[in-house]
């Protein structure tokens, strides 16, 4: 197994991002958390410099990168604000679901503007009545002369408010053994019936914006279906394998970064008994442990972005490192609250907001339950 | 023939018929090192460029010099590296000193390098420190990685030897009783108009307000860590309250909190030298303490008690720094009071 | 408007605190620092590449440096320079500001002609400020430094404001120049993803002494004017003694100071 190393255009890239990063979002980092609010102005900056449209071939108006170079932006995003990297991650869902299953058209319709960050995209598959269980949703579209009509309400879903392409599931009908089957839609925001609904107030990956989206004899032509009709449910489970349980996982992995390198800081910065706390060693382990999930975090991580690259099928590699890298930033944000005291509980300090980033990342792409479901499945198989 | 008498020439800078005040400095330490090298005999001169100066020209001659080369031309009314580069060459060249000394601010930054290429020989830069050694030379001492790295530079092989001093860096000399000849040169044997190839179409200059950072006693200093504009004020209170002045880092001046550039202290701005330094929420990176290290006091409020600027420090505080200083206003405004009913 | 831009590779200046002399040799150890593009060179970057939006033409990145510094001349390709010339020889090792001024001056006039040639005005390491005037006088060009503002006419005309103390001084001339650029002028842009993707296929072209035809005696140590003596650290540490209490301790403490400095009557 060679060792994990990023080439030359990625460091560089990495190094380009982290500058943005420090410039643009780490100054505003706590006021998106406090207030809630998507910097609107910031994504389209990211646009411009390629991050919205960083896996989009360049003639499609995108940078011609691939999924490690996205995994390394929201990583350099997360590591100061992973509620603002939510919403990139979110963007891609939307940006990915087209073009891998988009036609030619549609791909030439949608991608420049989402690849340069004109345009905000997100993917709607979660239902009050099914979540975990995709099977489980009610949202129906039905065809009727030449047109689609949907119907039904989506919940908790990313960029509810602000995108303005969507990709949303719906059951068409049944197939041939009487499955239900679903079809994914590209709707665009201000198609009559399609309209954001309430938006929730949560307390981990804040200034993205999560809520419901109703759709109410929304009507739209045949040229709004994506891919092919008993498709849906494949395409969206795909989609968020492939770029959402990675995209959550980097996520993490930004998150880890952000407690090893606080932790660090205020060890060496708080004086006990004349001497900084890292001094004493029941510090020092926390510090040791910190450095292990980050450090497995981002192998499990890149491997699996990496396998995924390559074209293996590794699901299984895809649920590990989501199910380790989110958890173990949970336990990492709780460990260096605990390290730096009364201190940790302050909102002075950026670590609760990492605690409850790292919670929120836990049900995103799919809860740790199911992760572990798919890494026994395919262990067991 | 008489034995050849070593030649310290300055070059020295006027705006707006005023003399910059490191001419002044760096004609201080030429006269110095004379007087220190007694064994080699040495003379000190000025170069004075301009229009219409000749009281200048008086003024620098009470500096303890032995000559003042006096250049007067419409065409060199303002610095231009072109004219003056031409006129200084050509001096050189019949003159032949063997030490050439620039004030280092943004004309002399720009002129003595122009010279020195077209002369061929070594230049130091933003000299800490200039001393003459047993066999004559100049030992320049110069900075690097902002202030960091401190290295000796000589210039053994070409002459003249050349040195630029950035401004603060020595103290001005006083003026003497006996006074250097005066020797006016003739402009058109030094000045062609094929020389100029920029024509100089506007300077400005503006006079800044409040007490200068460079003659304050006290310096209180501002970093990134105030936090914000506001916070600032109280800085500004403070050194009122001190009879001070407020200086700042780079990043602060680029947020914009201080009242302009002429406040940052540093490589790339002023070098200070007051009783008491005062630095609040300052990191301490090498580019700032270079402007500050031979003040006479140093105290330094920083929240992290790791930050390198403690260790540059006669005393530290770690704590936050606006708590620190509002703490002090009220503590001294409080003995203020006591002493005015006490 | 074909432009040559100074590249100068150096240590992060973020980093200085960690830089060393070596007791035993007394030379300097820059071991795990970063290297960056100079910080002002960014600047002078981004005025070539407004120019070059505004008229067309090429820019071009120019240096001299280890060959190792490669990779920080290709990040000047992804801000967006066209191509870059890396001059890299053993013998150029050593130099001051003429020895380098000569090999620039050499390399502009090869990968040239240009009528521009924008630099920063002080590199963050050695700092001299030298560079900009002496490649300007080797190359026979009119200069100026300390550049804040700049407007440069598709027929050559340029006026520049050069900063001065409280003040600045305003230019007029014609092309070619050479021009230090400091950060007032602009803001550089960031690096894009469609420039570091482009950059992968720019040409880095990477020049000995021979390429160039310079003589050895001319260049790196041998053949500079200036020749350095022994190296030090200023210590400039202090004694350093913390002052602890609650904020009203403290302020009652430096009040002393102040008053023992013969500050406060
Ligand atoms: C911040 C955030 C952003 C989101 N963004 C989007 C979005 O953009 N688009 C979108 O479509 N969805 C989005 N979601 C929804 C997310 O995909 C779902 O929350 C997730 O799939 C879980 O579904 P649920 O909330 O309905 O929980 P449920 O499915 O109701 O789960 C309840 C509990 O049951 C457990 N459970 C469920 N099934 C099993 C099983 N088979 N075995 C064992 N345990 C099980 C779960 O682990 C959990 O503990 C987002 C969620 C969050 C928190
Ligand atoms: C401790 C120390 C002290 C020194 N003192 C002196 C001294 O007093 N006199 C002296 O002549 N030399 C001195 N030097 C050497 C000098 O720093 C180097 O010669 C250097 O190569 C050129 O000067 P600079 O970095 O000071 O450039 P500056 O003139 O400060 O740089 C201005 C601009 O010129 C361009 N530039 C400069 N160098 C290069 C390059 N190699 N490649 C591309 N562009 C470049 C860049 O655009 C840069 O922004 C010293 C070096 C050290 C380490
Ligand atoms: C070529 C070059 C030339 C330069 N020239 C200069 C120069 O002339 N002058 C100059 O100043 N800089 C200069 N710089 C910049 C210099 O390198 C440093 O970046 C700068 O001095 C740092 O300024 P700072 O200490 O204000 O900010 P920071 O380094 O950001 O430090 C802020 C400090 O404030 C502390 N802090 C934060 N909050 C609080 C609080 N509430 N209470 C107390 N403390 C707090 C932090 O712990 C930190 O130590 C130059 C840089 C380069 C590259």
């Known amino acids: 197994m060679p060792e994990l190393k990023f080439t030359e255009a990625q460091e560089m890239l990495r190094k380009a991002v982290r500058e943005f990063v420090e410039k643009e979002v780490l100054p505003i980092a706590h006021r998106i958390d406090v207030d809630n609010e998507c910097p609107v102005d910031v994504f389209k900056k990211m646009g411009t410099l390629g991050f919205a449209g960083v896996f989009v071939p360049q003639e499609y108006g995108g940078a011609g990168m691939g999924l490690t170079e996205r995994a390394i932006i929201l990583e350099e995003i997360s590591r100061h604000a992973a509620g603002f990297a939510m919403i990139l991650m979110t ?132 040229e709004a279906l994506l891919g092919a009709p008993g498709n849906g449910a494949k395409l969206a489970l795909a989609t968020i394998a492939k770029v959402g349980r990675t995209g959550m996982s980097a996520i993490s992995v930004g998150i880890l970064r952000g407690c090893l390198e606080e932790g660090v800081k205020f060890a060496k910065e708080r004086i006990l008994y004349g001497k900084p706390i890292a001094k004493l060693q029941a510090i020092q382990l926390e510090i040791a442990q910190n450095r292990v999930d980050y450090e497995a975090a981002r192998l499990l991580t890149y491997q699996a972005i990496g396998l995924k690259e390559s074209g293996a099928n590794c699901d299984a590699e895809i649920a590990a490192a989501k199910y380790f890298s989110t958890e173990a930033a949970v336990r990492s944000a709780k460990r260096t609250i605990d390290l730096m005291g009364g201190y940790g509980v302050m909102n002075d300090y950026p670590v609760g907001r990492y605690l409850r980033d790292a919670m929120a990342t836990i049900p995103s792409g799919g809860t740790s339950h199911v992760m572990q479901l798919v890494i026994a499945g395919q262990t067991l198989a | 023939m008489a034995e050849k008498r070593l030649a310290i020439w300055v070059v020295v800078e006027q705006n707006q018929g005023k003399l910059a005040p490191v001419s002044i400095e760096v004609l201080g330490q030429a006269v110095r090192l004379v007087e220190a090298a007694s064994a080699l005999s040495g003379e000190v001169a000025v170069v004075l460029l301009g229009d219409q100066v000749e009281d200048l020209a008086e003024e620098l001659s009470a500096y303890g010099v032995d000559q003042v080369y006096w250049v007067d031309d419409p065409r ?14 050509r001096l050189v060249e019949r003159e032949k000193p063997d030490i050439l000394l620039f004030g280092a601010t943004g004309a002399g930054e720009e002129l003595a390098p122009t010279l020195a290429a077209r002369l061929s020989t070594g230049l130091a830069a933003h000299c800490t420190g200039l001393d ?104 500004e209170q403070l050194a009122a309250e001190l009879q001070g002045a407020v200086g700042c880092t780079r990043p602060a001046l680029d947020e914009g909190w201080t009242a302009g550039e002429h406040t940052m202290i540093g490589t790339s701005g002023k070098t200070v030298r007051p009783k008491v330094y005062l630095g609040c929420g300052i990191s301490g990176a090498a580019h700032h303490v270079a402007g500050i290290k031979d003040s006479g006091v140093i105290i330094n409020v920083n929240r992290d008690a790791l930050a390198p600027a403690h260790a540059y420090s006669d005393y530290c505080v770690t704590d936050d720094a606006k708590k620190v200083v509002e703490a002090l206003l009220e503590e001294i405004r409080r003995t203020k009071n006591e002493d005015d009913s006490g | ?208 002494l021979n390429d160039l035809g310079l003589d050895k005696g001319k260049v790196g140590l041998a053949g500079s004017p200036t020749q350095p003596g022994k190296l030090y650290q200023p210590d400039m540490k202090r004694k350093g003694e913390v002052l602890q209490g609650e904020a009203r301790e403290v302020a009652q403490r430096l009040v002393g100071i102040f008053r023992s400095a013969g500050i406060l009557g």
């Open chain 3, 1 to 208: 408007m074909e432009i040559a831009v100074l590249l100068k590779p150096v240590p992060d200046p973020a980093q200085y605190d960690k830089i060393q002399i070596d007791p035993a040799t007394g030379i300097l150890v820059r071991k795990g620092l970063k290297t960056v593009i100079n910080p002002e060179d960014k600047h002078a970057l981004e005025a070539a590449l407004q120019l070059k939006e505004q008229h067309g033409g090429r820019v071009a990145l120019i240096g001299m440096a280890p060959a190792s510094a490669v990779e920080t001349f290709r990040e000047g390709l992804a801000i967006g320079a066209d191509e870059a010339f890396l001059c890299s020889d053993r013998a150029f090792a050593g130099a001051d500001s003429l020895a380098t001024s000569r090999v620039l001056a050499k390399a502009i006039n090869k990968a040239g002609p240009f009528a521009l040639v924008l630099c920063g005005s002080t590199s963050a390491d050695g700092g001299t400020a030298h560079v900009p005037s002496q490649v300007g006088e080797l190359l026979g060009f009119a200069h100026l430094t300390h550049v804040i503002q700049m407007e440069i006419s598709p027929d050559g005309r340029a006026t520049v404001r050069a900063k001065m103390e409280n003040g600045y001084r305003e230019s007029r001339g014609r092309l070619p120049l050479v021009l230090g650029i400091r950060r007032e002028l602009n803001t550089p842009r960031y690096i894009s993803l469609m420039g570091i993707m482009a950059a992968q296929g720019k040409p880095v072209h990477v020049w000995s």
């Open chain 2, 76 to 89: 060199l009314k303002h610095y231009q590296n072109d004219s003056y580069a031409a006129v200084l060459q």
């Open chain 1, 91 to 222: 963007h891609h869902l939307g940006v990915e679901a087209i073009l891998a299953y988009g036609t030619e058209e549609q791909k030439r319709k949608y991608l420049p503007d989402l690849a340069s960050g004109r345009k905000i995209g997100g993917l709607a598959v979660t239902e009050p009545s099914g979540g975990s269980d995709v099977g489980g949703q009610q949202t129906s579209a039905e065809f009727k002369d030449g047109r689609w009509v949907l119907n039904g309400r989506k919940c908790f879903i990313t960029n509810s408010s602000s995108a303005d392409v969507t990709v949303v599931t719906a059951r068409t009908g049944e197939d041939a053994k009487g499955r239900p089957a679903f079809g994914a839609f590209i709707l665009e925001a201000g198609t009559p019936g399609f309209a954001p609904g309430r938006e929730e107030n949560k307390f981990g990956l804040r200034g993205s914006g999560t809520g419901d989206l109703l759709l109410n004899d929304c009507e739209v032509g045949e």
């Open chain 2, 132 to 235: 003459i050694n047993a066999d004559g030379q100049l030992v320049m001492k110069v900075p690097a990685f902002g202030g960091r790295v401190l290295g000796e530079i000589f210039c053994p092989s070409t002459s003249p030897q050349m040195a630029s001093i950035k401004p603060g860096t020595f103290t001005v000399t006083e003026r003497r009783v006996g006074r250097g000849e005066i020797v006016r040169e003739d402009a058109s044997s030094l000045l062609f108009d094929e020389d100029i190839r920029l024509e100089i179409m506007d300077v400005v200059q503006f006079e800044p307000s409040g007490l200068p950072l460079e003659k304050a006693d006290v310096v209180i200093a501002g970093g990134y860590g105030m936090g914000s504009k506001k916070n600032w004020g109280l800085l």
